[in-house]
């Protein structure tokens, strides 16, 4: 560059542009934006367990031809297929006119989200109060869940195998549930303690039932005897559902916040719900498997649990389900599934922190995402020193990077939070681990792992072009 350029055109060839959404976006595409988010307002509401996405995405992905995933079957290029794993997790498959030879393509999400957990056996009665035991699952900021209307989701199998579904809380003519608070009168003690002294797992019981079952007989109206309140409660549960208390041993129930997506803001540029982390991602990876065409090389998204723990267990991205996916593919193409995965290009694809100017001192932020900045690329995850994490190559950010500028895909990079505030993982790691190029790519949330989390709608459009546009480059 010359010396005598002036400073303007230097600073348009130096510096990196931060890219506020509203400056690029034009009516037309605003229009598109807020019919996909609409789609994906109705999907987040039905889709609050990772059995409930399963089914929306199942459902979704059938309407769009695809089948279920047959290891006989050979199958040609633009055939689209399916493989649920467990009920808890998925994979969705277009193949592609190179099949796998050259590698495979994949977005992965998943669809598990905090919340709390119904123990085995949860009905006890105090003080003539029925309740609910509960243990959360993820990492949860407990007091978040007290004081709010509750829902109650999930399957019980009898054992005979019938199974029941339950969902309490999310019609308008349901009950819900609520785990009560301390009033702020008695409560100056409990203030001066740390959260995590003054909020007690233990403590986080779900109200269900206050009256007491009374037989016809005066005796019986005028005894004193316990246990009625839980009696009452277990009696509407078996003429409901045929239970008894044992069945609560053999059932997943998860209790979730019962708010309904709702637009955010005057402007609605942004979406308030349960769950976006990661159900946002799922629906958008989806969306993009679901209308990519003539791909090059195999499409795959794969829908995970247990990401909020840990990843384990066998519906966890830790098991080995995609892999034995990828290899009955590679076998019907003749080659070896280490050659195809090892010449695999992965999107991990998870909401990221956004920059909070409530809490600005815990964001570094020149390195932080913000909302309406578009689909965040994150190099790394990780605490501390990045332990726990994946670092995508060098190699492959440059790859992205030309991908997304492109298609004109809007994009930003992104960090969760200051180095040494904290930090996080993803399903990056157990792909990475496949020696696969994986990148952390995905929307920006406020409020993360809250009841009430919010994205941008532009955010979560451009995440599903970014996608598409990953599935569509011929390789
Ligand atoms: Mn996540
Ligand atoms: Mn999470």
């Known amino acids: 560059m010359k ?62 031809g695809f089948k279920e995933f047959d290891p006989d079957t050979k199958y040609e290029a633009g055939e689209k297929v399916y493989y649920v794993n467990k009920h808890k997790s998925i994979i969705f498959a277009v193949i592609g006119k190179n099949k796998t030879k050259n590698g495979i393509k994949i977005a992965a999400a998943h669809i598990d989200s905090p919340r709390l957990d119904l123990k085995p056996n949860p009905v006890y009665e105090s003080n003539d109060m029925t309740l609910f035991k509960t243990h959360y699952y993820g990492g949860i900021k407990k007091y978040q869940w007290l004081a709010v209307p509750l829902a109650i989701h999930g399957k019980i199998f009898k054992k005979d195998g019938e199974s029941i579904d339950v969902c309490i809380g999310e019609d308008e003519s349901d009950p819900q549930f609520c785990i009560s608070d301390l ?50 409660t277990l009696k509407i549960l078996n003429e409901s559902y045929k239970i008894t208390e044992t069945d609560f041993l053999s059932a997943e129930i998860e209790i979730v916040p019962a708010f309904k997506t709702r637009d955010i803001g005057f402007d609605r540029s942004m979406i308030g719900g349960y769950g976006h982390d990661d159900r946002v991602c799922a629906y958008v990876s989806l969306m993009a498997i679901l209308t990519c065409q003539d791909v090059s090389s195999t499409v795959l998204v794969v829908l995970s649990d247990k990401e909020e723990v840990g990843s384990d267990g066998n519906t966890g991205m830790n098991s080995s389900f995609l892999k034995y996916f990828v290899e009955d593919l590679a076998k019907q193409d003749g080659v070896e599934v280490r050659h195809v995965l090892s010449k695999s290009k992965c999107f991990s694809t998870d909401v990221s922190a956004a920059f909070d100017s409530n809490f600005s001192s815990y964001y570094e932020a020149g390195n932080s995402c913000f909302l309406n900045h578009g689909v965040v690329v994150s190099k790394y995850t990780g605490f501390g020193g990045k332990s726990g994490g994946s670092d995508a190559s060098a190699e492959f950010m440059a790859e992205v990077r030309s991908l997304f500028d492109g298609n004109n895909i809007l994009w930003q990079t992104g960090e969760l939070g200051k180095v040494d505030a904290g930090g996080g993982g993803t399903v990056a790691k157990f792909i990475a681990n496949l020696n696969l190029d994986v990148v952390d790519v995905g929307v920006p949330v406020l409020s993360m792992h809250s009841p009430f989390e919010v994205v941008s709608k532009i955010d979560v459009y451009s995440a599903f072009l970014a996608t598409k546009s990953f599935f569509q480059k011929d390789v």
Request: proline residues 1%; neutral net charge; hydrophobic residues 35%.
């Open 183 to 232: 009033l702020p009168h008695l409560g100056k003690d409990r203030l001066k303690k740390t959260v995590d002294e003054a909020f007690l797992g233990e403590e986080l019981n779900l109200l269900v039932g206050s009256r007491l079952l009374i037989g016809e007989s005066d005796q019986q109206k005028e005894s004193e005897e316990m246990g009625l309140a839980k009696l009452n």
């Open 3 to 64: 010396i005598n350029s002036n400073l303007k055109d230097i600073k348009k060839e130096l510096l990196r542009k931060s890219k506020h959404g509203s400056r690029f976006i034009d009516e037309k595409s605003l229009k598109e934006i807020d019919d996909f988010c609409e789609k994906y307002k109705k999907f987040l509401d039905k889709s609050k367990t990772e059995r409930e996405a399963v089914k929306e995405t199942l459902l979704l992905a059938q309407e769009f």
